[in-house]
């Protein structure tokens, strides 16, 4: 059983594995040699899956996963999550912005007696608007699920053994994997990182699969939504009412009740709005709950190399 095993989802990244791999066996032959790197391929296109069969020919430490289509960045973690052995993991980008070396200072920070060591980003290298994005997703789903949601913190960090198998227990359909692991709790601590720029390609997160990523996750995480349109609900049912209350005052003191189309139409098309609205709140969840109860596995994975347990088309 490895002490270390490091999990990097994998998506178009044949530029930057190369390079992957042997920083990050430089920065783990510093702590130790019993490690092993987990590299999940989700349904590339290049020729990444080819370049991670030849390093697992290589180097029996490197062990891959490929899944049958694209299951998602969040997925893939799950996948690396379920075929890792080591007693300590680290979950990191395959495209170098998350530093290898910072590796050893995350596992100095974690056998000070923590289960969780994040690292926080500095210097983040993500353009301003991903940025302001970030913030503004951070801002939001911290209000709706009533926790401290850092901006600085991504996908990297360094967890132990019983927090790995904590999160393999959560076979949520809907994964997002960072507020999944902070809702497990456990001590934690953070070290500051410095946020590389990407080595090679382009972000595999633009702003069109952001916008749906960021929605899914605050509807994973909270109830809040439903709140809000019964509250919206709640208003609208009242403004109607005082104005109900107005008209008949009216036209009990001036003999006649206000005319006009306008705001008849105006106050149709409101209540319409605010029926389709929450219809679609509700409509959301709904969905949500019929992917659970279909019991579909997270995941299938297509092939796996040599040096990874398991047989080729099971699934997760």
Not at 46 to 64: E, H, Y
Not at 116 to 124: G, K, W
Not at 186 to 209: C, D, E, I, M, N
Request: charged residues 20%; positive net charge.
């Amino acid at each position: 059983m490895p002490l270390l095993s490091v999990v990097s989802p994998v998506f178009n990244e044949n530029e930057c594995l190369e390079a992957l791999y042997g920083r990050l066996t430089s920065a783990l032959a510093s702590i130790t040699p019993s490690y092993e790197i987990v590299l999940v391929d989700d349904g590339s296109n290049d020729n990444s899956w080819d370049m991670i069969q030849a390093l697992a020919a290589r180097d029996p430490r490197v062990r891959g996963v490929r899944f049958s289509r694209n299951f998602g960045h969040h997925l893939s973690i799950a996948a690396g999550l379920d075929h890792c052995d080591g007693d300590w993991v680290v979950v990191m980008d395959s495209d170098l912005q998350d530093p290898p070396e910072a590796i050893p200072e995350l596992y100095r920070k974690a056998r000070e007696g923590y289960d969780v060591v994040l690292a926080r980003r500095q210097e983040r290298q993500h353009a301003w608007p991903k940025r302001i994005l970030s913030r503004m997703f951070c801002a939001v789903f911290g209000y709706l699920t009533d926790t401290e949601y850092d901006s600085q913190v991504g996908v990297f960090r360094i967890m132990s053994r019983r927090v790995v198998e904590t999160l393999r227990q959560m076979r949520e359909a809907d994964h997002f994997f960072p507020g999944m692991a902070d809702w497990v709790g456990f001590s934690r601590s953070s070290v500051p990182v410095k946020h590389g720029a990407r080595y090679a390609g382009q972000t595999k997160y633009p702003l069109r699969k952001q916008i749906p990523l960021a929605l899914n996750s605050i509807l994973s995480f909270s109830e809040k939504p439903l709140k809000f349109v019964v509250y919206v609900g709640l208003l609208t049912a009242t403004v109607s009412f005082l104005g109900g209350v107005y008209i008949v005052v009216r036209a009990a003191i001036r003999g006649y009740a206000v005319m006009g189309w306008a705001s008849e139409t105006s106050a149709i098309f409101l209540m319409g709005g605010v029926t389709v609205f929450t219809i679609g709140v509700v409509g959301l969840y709904i969905g949500r709950i019929f992917r659970q109860v279909q019991g579909r596995p997270l995941y299938v994975v297509a092939e796996r190399t040599a040096s990874s347990k398991g047989a080729a088309g099971s699934t997760g």
